[in-house]
């Protein structure tokens, strides 16, 4: 199972060395596939820190040009450069607050597979949404605008994290049953616009109010492949048992 931690703009690089030491000194390697996404500034520390571990780093966002005139941006060849494994990309803070639009997100995937990044794309109906009952409709066009002009082969460097808007931060999260539909409605547009294979191959994860209490049972939910995690990942001791927590 993947477990992808995401710090936001959260820890000094300071910080992320006295977080790193924490968490390693009581993760269990090898359980699952876990992944930090830092900082930029704090990314080089960290990949120094985790050398010999099997945690995975991962940065949070990307330039949607692959150079030149960006002032204030991170190019996919400058993550690949010092060792990132993966980056998001769509996070619905990123779609909101920096209006980042359909064509941008696009971009950004096809700038971060050529740069060797295994990317996280983040997908999630808005509570008004849900309300009127266009979930499903919603999924389908954030997927295919992201996905549009890849070819299946690159799926296999790209995670779908299910994040609703409405569940990230609020403590809140769908039923099961709702979880497990969402999914489902993803993998069918994958099949849709690729493959059967495709579609059962993809991971997906699950995102929106994550934290010790639910992890274990959000895992087991059918079709989940993983766990998106936002504030309960902050402490490292306890983003350490939340890992342990996890018993699929």
């Known amino acids: 199972m993947t477990i992808i931690a995401n710090l936001k703009m959260n820890k000094t ?18 359980k699952h596939e ?17 050398d010999g571990s099997d945690v995975k780093l991962g ?6 040009d692959e150079s030149g005139k960006n002032t204030g941006e991170i190019s996919g060849e400058m993550l690949h450069d010092i060792g990132i494994n993966y980056v998001i990309i769509g996070h619905s803070e990123r ?5 980042e639009n359909a064509k941008a997100i696009n971009k950004k995937i096809k700038i971060a597979l ?3 990044l295994k990317v996280v794309l983040c997908v999630g109906e808005s509570l ?13 066009t954030q997927i ?23 569940a990230i931060g609020s403590g809140k999260i769908p039923l099961a049953k709702e979880i497990e ?4 409605a993803i993998r069918k547009v994958i099949a849709n616009d690729f493959s059967e294979k495709a579609s059962q191959k993809i991971e997906v994860l699950y995102g929106g109010s994550v934290d010790n209490k639910n992890c274990n049972t959000i895992a087991k939910i059918k079709e989940v492949d993983g766990l998106l995690v936002g504030g309960a990942c902050l402490d490292a001791v306890n983003f350490s048992q939340l890992i342990k927590d996890v018993k699929v």
């Not at 940065?59 to 949607?64: S, V, Y």
Request: hydrophobic residues 35%.
């Open 13 to 30: 690089n300071s910080e992320i060395k006295d977080y790193i030491m924490k968490l390693l000194s009581r993760y269990e390697k090898g």
């Open 114 to 116: 050529k740069n060797r």
């Open 59 to 64: 940065a949070q966002n990307l330039c949607d």
């Open 181 to 184: 539909g969402s999914i489902k």
């Open 95 to 99: 779609r909101t607050k920096y209006k």
């Open 34 to 50: 876990v992944v930090l996404c830092l900082p930029f500034t704090s990314l080089t520390t960290a990949k120094f820190l985790i």
């Open 128 to 140: 008004a949404d849900k309300n009127l009952l266009k979930t499903f409709e919603t999924l389908k």
């Open 144 to 166: 295919e605008d992201a996905l549009k002009g890849l070819y299946e082969n690159e799926l296999e460097n790209i995670v779908i994290a299910y994040e609703p808007i409405w």
